[in-house]
Nanobody, 124 residues
Framework: QVQLVESGGGLVQSGESLRLSCAFS????????IGWFRQAPGKGREGISC????????YYRDSVKGRFTISRDNAKNMVYLEMNSLKSEDTAVYFC?????????????????WGQGTQVTVSS
């Protein structure tokens, strides 16, 4: 069974950076697209960034373009989300998720396996 574990969240001030990590296990990592999603209090879940197994599809939500960078290390079964110039509106629980069905969508229903999430809080 595929398992995902996020880490790296925390409390930072506006303008600072964080790097989130997602550890994948229980499957063949190279067969899975990985996505980062977030959910703020009182809001729906939104896709932030997704990356296909061969990295030929990389998606960023408009609100994070130029600030966030997704990467994957297929040798370590890890995916990272580098978040720079953080804003208060980035405050949310961040989840990583995996799919081997739909590589070119960055929407929740396309993803089958989810981590427990890590809290990111940005104070202004």
């Amino acid at each position: 069974q595929v398992q995902l574990v996020e880490s790296g969240g925390g409390l930072v001030q506006s303008g600072e950076s964080l790097r989130l990590s997602c550890a994948f296990s229980g499957g063949t990592f190279g067969h899975y697209a990985i996505g980062w999603f977030r959910q703020a209090p009182g809001k729906g879940r939104e896709g932030i960034s997704c990356i296909s197994p061969s990295e030929d599809y990389i998606y960023y939500r408009d609100s994070v373009k130029g600030r966030f960078t997704i990467s994957r290390d297929n040798a370590k079964n890890m995916v990272y989300l580098e978040m720079n110039s953080l804003k208060s509106e980035d405050t949310a629980v961040y989840f990583c998720a995996a799919t081997e069905r739909l590589y070119r969508q960055c929407a929740g229903p396309a993803y089958d396996y989810w981590g427990q999430g890590t809290q990111v809080t940005v104070s202004s």
